[in-house]
Nanobody, 124 residues
Framework: QLQLVESGGGLVQAGGSLRLSCAAS????????LAWFRQAPGKERESVAA????????TYADSVKGRFTVSRDNAKNTVNLQMNDLKPEDTAVYYC?????????????????WGQGTQVTVSS
């Protein structure tokens, strides 16, 4: 079992930055591929970024490439999402998720463990 708790959301002006963190409980944190998803009102949940177990490889949605950076610290059981140059269209609830699969899967069906989400609101 793995429990995930996000933090760091809030209200920021366009062009600003936020850093989301996700703390995990469980002794096998390094065995999971981790990802960030987001869901805006009236829209489907979408993949934002994912990172392999070791942190060597990452993948990003085209809409956030060059602005967002995902990282993890297996010693601290945390995964982070640094978000720069935020835009109003980044407004959403952001979730961290964990998968037992080693691939950088984009589909949310591959992720069995989810946090409760943290709200990010970007004002124009």
């Amino acid at each position: 079992q793995l429990q995930l708790v996000e933090s760091g959301g809030g209200l920021v002006q366009a062009g600003g930055s936020l850093r989301l963190s996700c703390a995990a409980s469980g002794r096998t944190f390094s065995s999971y591929t981790l990802a960030w998803f987001r869901q805006a009102p009236g829209k489907e949940r979408e993949s934002v970024a994912a990172i392999t177990r070791s942190g060597e490889r990452t993948t990003y949605a085209d809409s956030v490439k060059g602005r967002f950076t995902v990282s993890r610290d297996n010693a601290k059981n945390t995964v982070n999402l640094q978000m720069n140059d935020l835009k109003p269209e980044d407004t959403a609830v952001y979730y961290c998720a964990a998968s037992i699969y080693s691939t950088l899967a984009r589909a949310d069906v591959n992720y069995a463990y989810w946090g409760q989400g943290t709200q990010v609101t970007v004002s124009s």
